[in-house]
Nanobody, 124 residues
């Protein structure tokens, strides 16, 4: 079992920034990659970014490339999502997730562990 605790969401104006955090605990050695997904009301959960332990590689959805950065603090078992140049369309509930796959899959079905979600709201 792996527990994920998220924090850092809030309300910001368009063009502003936020940094989300996700602290992992429990059997963290069973998790090969950790990523971020988001879900807006009435829409399916979608991939945002992932950090794979294999080579420390990162991957991003096209919609956030150049604006968001995912990073990891090994000592704290924590990943972060730095969100810059935020747009109203970024408004969603953001989830931290863990996968047993080293490939850094963008598919929801490939992730086993999920956080509680943290709300990000961007005003125009």
């Amino acid at each position: 079992q792996v527990q994920l605790v998220e924090s850092g969401g809030g309300l910001v104006q368009a063009g502003g920034s936020l940094r989300l955090s996700c602290a992992a605990s429990g059997r963290t050695f069973s998790t090969a990659a950790m990523g971020w997904f988001r879900q807006a009301p009435g829409r399916e959960r979608e991939f945002v970014a992932v950090f794979s332990w294999s080579g420390g590689s990162t991957h991003y959805a096209d919609s956030v490339k150049g604006r968001f950065t995912i990073s990891r603090d090994n000592a704290k078992n924590t990943i972060y999502l730095q969100m810059n140049s935020l747009k109203p369309e970024d408004t969603a509930l953001y989830y931290c997730a863990g996968s047993r796959l080293y490939s850094g899959s963008p598919h929801v079905s490939d992730y086993t562990y999920w956080g509680q979600g943290t709300q990000v709201t961007v005003s125009s």
